[in-house]
């Protein structure tokens, strides 16, 4: 029996590490098509929460998704103000990364009329990407190779909001590079929040990306 298609509109605020969560997270919803936001029955809003104008941006977004299922997704969904959630009766779910291995579920549930608080602690290592649904131009793409940080500025709240550093396996790295050659990507652009520590955590503090360069030949 084939499944029901779901209209569903994108809005991604933030960095390209969100862009690159978002591509994961929209593979993984089997039943959802890509409409035009005024389309859309169900609204993925990945947010950012790093500074005071990007957590402004998103309930800027939310006002105009009134009547709108909107499932709130990225940084801010972490931390996001309890108080506000009754002020918009359009959210219906907030899934901190954490949850999105459960996306599906969420999503299914949304549409259904349901209403989700999907908000646990980041993980201690990197999740498993599933699949990548491309929104970039198609000459590049972004991979997200660690997520967190140990820094802990004063002025960020990436450690509070993404936890620890935690490097993604290289062989999943390797992986999704070479699916987007095959598709013709001309130009892979790798991300996290420091690229300088990746692979500190996993194998050891001499390790480099320099490394694994001929693996992709």
């Keep these: 029996m084939k499944t029901q298609t779901i209209n569903t509109g994108i809005i991604s605020l933030g960095c390209s590490k969100n862009l690159a969560d978002m591509e994961a997270v929209f593979a993984d919803i089997e039943n959802a098509k890509l409409v035009d936001i005024e389309k859309a029955e169900i609204v993925l809003l ?7 104008a990007a957590r ?42 954490a949850n999105y291995q459960d996306i599906q579920k969420i999503f299914d549930k949304v549409y259904a009329g349901e209403k989700v608080f999907a908000v646990k602690k980041e993980p201690k290592t990197f999740g ?12 590049y ?11 802990k500025c004063s002025y960020c709240m990436i450690p509070y909001l993404k936890g620890a550093y935690r490097s993604r396996a290289m062989e999943d790295i390797i992986a999704e590079a070479k699916s987007l050659i ?19 955590d996993l194998y050891g503090k001499n390790h480099s990306l320099l490394y694994s360069r001929n693996c992709l030949k």
């Design 141 to 151: 793409s972004y991979i997200k190779i660690a997520e967190g940080c140990w820094n």
């Design 56 to 97: 402004d941006e998103v309930f800027e977004n939310l006002r105009k998704l009134n009547g709108k299922k909107v499932i709130i997704l990225g940084c801010l969904a972490s931390d996001f103000p309890k108080e506000e959630i009754k002020k918009y009766p359009q959210i219906y779910a907030i899934v901190s990364s």
């Design 46 to 52: 990945n947010t950012c929460g790093f500074l005071k």
């Design 128 to 139: 498993k990407f599933l699949g990548k649904s491309l929104l970039s131009p198609n000459a």
């Design 182 to 200: 095959e598709i013709g990507i001309k130009e892979i652009i790798l991300v996290a929040q420091d690229c300088g520590f990746y692979g500190s």
